[in-house]
Nanobody
Framework: QVQLVESGGGLVQAGDSLRLSCAAS????????MGWFRQAPGKVREFVAA????????NYADSVKGRFTISRDNAKNTVYLQMNSLKPEDSAVYYC???????????????WGQGTQVTVSS
């Protein structure tokens, strides 16, 4: 199975920026759609962003559109989430996920990282 390890979270002030990284193991990274999700205490897990296999297309939740940017470097087996203009409501555990595209169900992700905490103070 694929191992995903997130990093880059931390405690920041509103308006600050953070760059999250997700390093993946294995040889098939460039065959996966990669996504970022987040979950705040007492809240359901929500979709944040996704990027296609070659990085030509990406999709964002309305709540982060214009502020967050997802990117990937297939040579480094890494996907990134650049988060700008952070708001307190962005505070959550952020999870990296990989979709092998073996199912026709949208956002049916197969592998998940352990998460990295992002806390934004006002």
């Amino acid at each position: 199975q694929v191992q995903l390890v997130e990093s880059g979270g931390g405690l920041v002030q509103a308006g600050d920026s953070l760059r999250l990284s997700c390093a993946a193991s294995g040889r098939s990274f460039d065959s996966y759609v990669m996504g970022w999700f987040r979950q705040a205490p007492g809240k359901v897990r929500e979709f944040v962003a996704a990027i296609t296999r070659a990085g030509y297309s990406s999709n964002y939740a309305d709540s982060v559109k214009g502020r967050f940017t997802i990117s990937r470097d297939n040579a480094k087996n890494t996907v990134y989430l650049q988060m700008n203009s952070l708001k307190p409501e962005d505070s959550a555990v952020y999870y990296c996920a990989a979709d092998r595209l073996l199912s026709s169900t949208p956002h049916d992700y197969d592998y998940w990282g352990q998460g990295t905490q992002v806390t934004v103070s006002s």
